[in-house]
C-alpha cells in the first residue's frame, strides 16, 4: 500500500459566490456557485503515513498553528477512517502565497490534502468522491478538484453536494490578475461570516436570487461574452459584500477600495477589465488573454500594489511525482 504521496491544488475564484451553508458539520451550502481554477495560486503537499508516528506531525508553511493542524487532523481522520487506517501521518504543505487574506487558502490547501492523503492511504475515489470528501473539510476546497471552469451544486445531502467541471480550462482565454494589497490575515474567518450572514436582513432576498444568477453566469459562459461577464462578476461581487457589511463584516481595505475605483480609468485606457472579490481585502481583475500583460503593468506602476499574479484557467488538483519530504 502507498504510504506516500504528493499533490497540488489551486485555489479557485468564484463568480457565483457561495455564503451560508444549511449544515456546518457536512458543508452544505444554502447555494450552488460557479468558480474558475487559478493556474498560479497553488497549494503543494505531501502525506505519508507511518507506523512509528505515535502522533500527526503537521506543517504548513514552516508553522503549526493550533487552529490549522486541527483542522488538518479532523479532515485525516476522515481519511483514515474510509481507509480503514490508524497510522499516524506528517503532513507538509506550502503555499505560494499568502494565507489568510481571502485568496482562498482552505479551497487549494484542503484539496491537495484531500487528492495526497487518500493516495498515500491507498484509496481509489472518483472524482465526485474526492470532490465530497474535500468539501467536509473546507466548502471552496471540493471546486478545486475538476478541471477549469466548475460547479458546486448545492444538494440537501453529501451525496448530491458536489462540484463538476462546466468546462475545460482550454475553453476562455481569460486572466484573473490577483492583486494583492496586504499580506494580514483577515480578522473574521469565512466560517465565522457563514454564520454571521444569515441573520443579516438581506440574506434571506440573495438566496432567492441565486438560481437565475446561476443560470445566468452558465448562459455567460456558453457565449463567451465578455462585456457581460465583467458586469456580472462585479455585480456578484459588490452584492456580497454588501451582505456582509449588513452583517457587521467590513473585509475591504482603503487599498481595496482605492483599485476598485481605479477600474473605470484601466477600461478607459483601452483595456477591457473588470473585477470580483472573495472573502478577504485583495482584488481579483478579470481580462481577456490579449490585455493581460499590459493590465499587468498597469497596475504593478500604481506603486503601492503589494504584488500582482495572473491566472489562466487551471487544471484542477493532482498528483506530482516530487515529495516535500
Request: charged share 25%.
Amino acid at each position: 500500500m502507498p504510504k506516500k504521496a504528493t499533490a497540488v491544488a489551486p485555489a479557485n475564484i468564484a463568480f457565483v459566490k457561495y455564503m451560508g451553508r444549511k449544515d456546518d458539520v457536512l458543508r452544505l451550502p444554502d447555494n450552488g456557485s460557479i468558480s474558475m481554477n487559478l493556474s498560479n495560486i497553488l497549494t503543494t503537499t505531501t502525506v505519508e503515513f507511518s507506523p512509528l508516528l505515535s502522533k500527526d506531525s503537521i506543517s504548513i508553511d514552516g508553522e503549526s498553528r493550533e487552529k490549522d493542524v486541527e483542522r488538518v487532523i479532523n479532515h485525516l481522520d476522515r481519511i483514515r477512517a474510509l481507509a480503514s487506517v490508524s497510522d499516524r501521518a506528517r503532513v507538509v504543505s506550502l503555499n505560494n502565497f499568502s494565507v489568510g487574506t481571502g485568496l482562498s487558502s482552505s479551497s487549494s490547501g484542503f484539496a491537495a490534502l484531500t487528492v495526497a492523503g487518500v493516495a498515500a492511504a491507498g484509496l481509489k475515489l472518483s472524482e465526485k468522491e474526492l470532490s465530497i470528501l474535500a468539501r467536509q473539510a473546507s466548502g471552496s476546497a471540493c471546486r478545486s478538484i475538476p478541471d477549469g471552469f466548475v460547479e458546486w451544486l448545492d444538494g440537501d445531502t453529501s451525496e448530491t453536494s458536489y462540484a463538476l467541471s462546466l468546462y475545460e480550462p482550454a475553453h476562455w482565454d481569460i486572466v484573473d490578475a490577483v492583486v494583492m494589497v496586504s499580506s494580514e490575515r483577515k480578522e473574521i474567518g469565512s466560517s465565522v461570516a457563514h454564520e454571521r450572514v444569515r441573520m443579516g436582513p438581506y440574506y434571506a432576498a440573495r438566496i432567492d436570487r441565486m438560481p437565475a444568477k446561476i443560470l445566468r453566469c452558465k448562459e455567460l459562459l456558453a457565449s463567451r461574452d465578455f462585456s457581460a461577464f465583467g458586469a456580472f462578476l462585479e455585480e456578484e461581487a459588490l452584492d456580497l459584500h454588501a451582505l456582509f457589511m449588513s452583517a457587521g463584516i467590513v473585509y475591504l481595505t482603503p487599498e481595496s477600495l482605492r483599485l476598485i475605483r481605479l477600474i473605470p480609468d484601466i477600461r478607459k485606457r483601452g483595456i477591457e477589465a473588470y473585477f470580483t472579490l472573495n472573502t478577504g481585502q485583495d482584488v481579483h481583475i478579470f481580462c481577456q488573454g490579449k490585455d493581460a500583460a499590459e493590465l499587468k503593468i498597469v497596475l504593478e506602476n500604481l506603486g503601492w500594489i503589494r504584488k500582482v499574479v495572473l491566472n489562466n484557467p487551471a487544471r484542477g488538483a493532482s498528483l506530482i511525482d516530487e515529495h516535500l519530504f
